[in-house]
């Protein structure tokens, strides 16, 4: 047993520290394929053959290419403006085909303190400005399915129109969304509440104006403002109106049905037809009741064309609906809330006079189904041995024909867009039409942890919700069922290893009591049924894999030994920060607001034992993977050391500001590990990684936002030098590596600082480590403002999202660090042995066996870690 006793107390030397380069990075998606969820808009351009946009919630929106893929046009989006992500309307600009326009904005309510925008592209999205309104925009808030809000007059396309929530009305732009100005003459502006009554503000929100949709029949001249609109709001009393003359004066439609809401509103020209379809529900998750009318503009008719229910009841809403304009008369709609036995959608070729489904009852629990299913472009998303398979989808917001191919289809579900380029075959005899996984290209899964394993047969592992999380042994090519996690979670928040035996892995779950292990670095996993009543949060798993810490959501944080039942751990506070140190069994740490607890005996107990600076908020703690001791944590305070085993802690210069990091593969054999993750520095937040230990620093972000920097999580790849993985809060997993050579120090500042330290002994057992350290003196002055916001937990998907926004305004740094470490580990391995597939072969300090067994090799990972590959 060898005691390591404290470092000494408030050194003060200075320490040399660079400013921060940028260095050029290859950044790309890490393939999960298919979408991943929720799509509540695709709009096609009318007078643009092969033109479309699918909008998110929260991922942004992506533009149709000719191969069926999809690309990403809101990837710049960063921390200042991360609720840019969600995207409550869309429109494509009929006579300048090459004008976009965005309605953005997270969230209308206090979690989100920012006020939306209109962004607006002449190069169909490649570039954008935009005009911040003075109220707030919810692309993910209830009834996000309904639309589209914003609308661009067929006629005089300088004129636009946007639909907003909250009571804030109908807006008016008349110089191609660059002002804007409220329609006072439109006074209905919406009085529905999904839930006014539920004690959760995200449903008490007026969700507002549906839709605006312009009859581009009406108007001698098609180069003046189209004088007739017509315009739904979400109230269940009278809900659709109509100006006749550009938006003057409004009125109700007369004859109109009431008591429903009208979700979608589209607009046939051949028919000079009106369909709207209508759910006593918001979307995209209720809705028990609804129609579809039809309203003939030329004789002022309504007629309801509701289709039959399969069951013979409707027991759902409808929601998206689309007009074949190579067809008259050819009209499609969804079920919106129908969640069982599967979605349904109805075709008619008469104008709703009659209507055909994509299933029928062949007598319960037979079904005929009119359809074939081709997942192959995202696998995972189709499980045909599943027992409540969802084939046909669920949460349908969108539909849409295009407008120059009548075989061409999509709508969006929960988790993909679906549709073929078959869709003429619903309307043979033996009707078949494909459903087809068509979102090739989106990524909208939102993550939760990563883990870049230091061995086993995966590159990484991936928690995140909805989808549970994966296995990736590819980053390029769409995941299988096979790479999902076979035990599933609906969400996966943390993932740890044991650091002694790294094919042992433990990962918690959304749910309560969703605990699972794993001993073959994550192919199969296993129920744990120690859980108690815990959910969510972070998982620890000691050196040895024999003891798990848990500080879940809704407690505090708790321990087992051997899957026993979990005990209370004293001290701790909810929400603590944890992670195991990767080579000592019994050494465990703890974070919260700026203070550090270590546990000597396997997380029996926690001791306070160092304060780090005047952070407010811990945000990861990562122990250094071959070391002892030594543990690195980020904090609202930057970024700290320590080598004595969370005794003390030197601050390292340049971050002010420290989100999600990790440590991976050193640049060159012998020198430290890489570290990279979210961190401001001289003011700027953005990625940024060392090869030194915090001496020198790049950021590699390019022109990457990433969202929110305090929802996103980092893997530093452990076997690949320079390759970082960002999981994001709705864009997926990103990958990068460097594409040109990291650039040297561009200038210096200096910096004073202040280790924080305590007396507190803490006892190792296998490896030890001395460090010799000078360092600091500090005097800092930053200006910090923090604002955070977090979404709701629904059936389909829990989304956390916040935002900070830093400004730090002086600082100055001189550093100058000498450190030592002499590191001994001891192994026992017979003489002659040979190593199993994927066990460790070689590496600094290993005395283990290093020839493989047939027909694997060593392969040489890192200066650390050799694996037989």
Known sequence: MVAVSALLAAVAAPLL???????????????????????????????????????????????????DSWTPLNDTVNSANWNHWGIDAIATDPVETNRLYLAVGMYTISWDPNNGAIMRSTDKGNTWSETTLPFKVGGNMPGRGVGERLAIDPHSNNILYFGARSGNGLWKSSDYGVNWAKVSSFTNVGTFKPNASDPNEYMQDPIGISWVTFDENS?????????????????LGSSVFVSSNAGSTWTAVAGQPTGYIPHKGVFSPSENVLYISYSNGGGPYDGTLGSVWKYNITSSVWTNITPPSP???????????????QKPGTIMVTALNSWWPDGIIWRSTNSGATWTSIWEWAGYPTRNKYYSVDYSAAPWIYDPSATDLKEVGWMMECLVIDPFDSNHWLYGTGATILGSRDLLKWDASARNV???????????????????????????????????????????????????????????????????????????????????????GGVSWNKIYASNNAQAGTIALSAGGDIMVWSPSNGAPIRSQYTNAFTAISLLPQGSVIASDKRNNTVFYAGSTNQFYVSTNGATSFTTTATLGIATQVFKI????????????????????????????????????????????????????????????????????????????????????????????????????????????????????????????????????????????????????????????????????STSSRTTTTSSRTTTTSSRTTTTSSR??????????????????ANGATQTHYGQCGGIGWTGATTCESPYTCQVGNPYYSQCL
């Not at 380069?21 to 007078?47: L, M």
């Not at 069951?311 to 304009?325: E, N, P, Q, T």
């Not at 790049?698 to 790849?717: E, H, L, M, P, Q």
Request: contains cysteine; aromatic residues 10%; hydrophobic residues 30%.
């Open 219 to 235: 108007g001698g001249s098609k180069t003046v403002a189209t004088p007739r609109i017509f315009v739904g709001v979400a109230d």
């Open 434 to 520: 494909t459903l087809k996984s068509m979102a090739n290209g989106i990524e909208e899964t939102a993550i939760q942890d990563l883990l870049s394993p230091p061995s086993g047969p995966g590159i990484l592992l991936s928690g995140m919700y909805d989808a549970g999380g994966f296995l990736h042994k590819n980053l390029d090519t769409a995941q299988t069922l096979a790479d999902q996690f076979h035990l599933y979670f609906t969400g996966t928040t943390d993932i740890d290893y044991a650091g002694n035996s790294p094919l042992q892995m433990v990962r918690v779950g959304t749910q309560l009591q969703e605990l699972a292990a794993s001993n073959d």
């Open 17 to 67: 520290v660079s400013a921060a380069p940028s260095q050029c990075y290859n950044w790309k998606n890490v393939k999960v394929g298919g979408g991943g969820g929720f799509i509540p808009g695709i709009v096609f351009n009318p007078t643009e053959k092969g033109l479309a946009y699918a909008r998110t919630d929260i991922g942004g929106a992506y533009r149709l290419n000719a191969d």
């Open 622 to 785: 990562v122990p250094n993977p071959t070391t002892a001791g030594d543990v690195w944590v980020s904090t609202s305070d930057g970024l700290y050391r320590s080598t004595n085993y969370g005794s003390s802690f030197s601050k390292i210069g340049g971050p002010t500001v420290g989100g999600h990091f990790d440590l991976g593969a050193p640049k060159t054999t012998g020198a430290y590990w890489s570290i990279a993750g979210f961190f401001t520095i001289d003011g700027v937040s953005g990625v940024y990684r060392t090869d030194d230990a915090g001496v020198n620093w790049v950021r590699i972000n390019d022109a990457y936002g990433f969202g929110a920097a305090d929802a996103n999580k980092v893997a530093v790849d452990y076997k690949v030098y320079g390759r970082v993985f960002v999981g994001t809060n709705g864009r997926g997993i990103f990958y990068g590596n460097p594409s040109c050579t990291s650039p040297p120090p561009t200038s210096s500042t200096t910096t004073s600082r202040t280790s924080s330290t305590s007396t507190t002994p803490v006892t190792t057992t296998t490896t030890t480590t001395t460090t010799t350290t000078t360092s600091s003196t500090s005097s800092r002055t930053t200006t910090t403002s």
């Open 311 to 325: 069951s013979g009841d409707i027991y759902f809403g409808f929601g998206g609906l689309a007009v074949d304009r």
């Open 812 to 829: 100055t740094t001189t550093p100058s660090t000498t450190t030592s470490r002499t590191t001994t580990t001891t192994t026992t391995t």
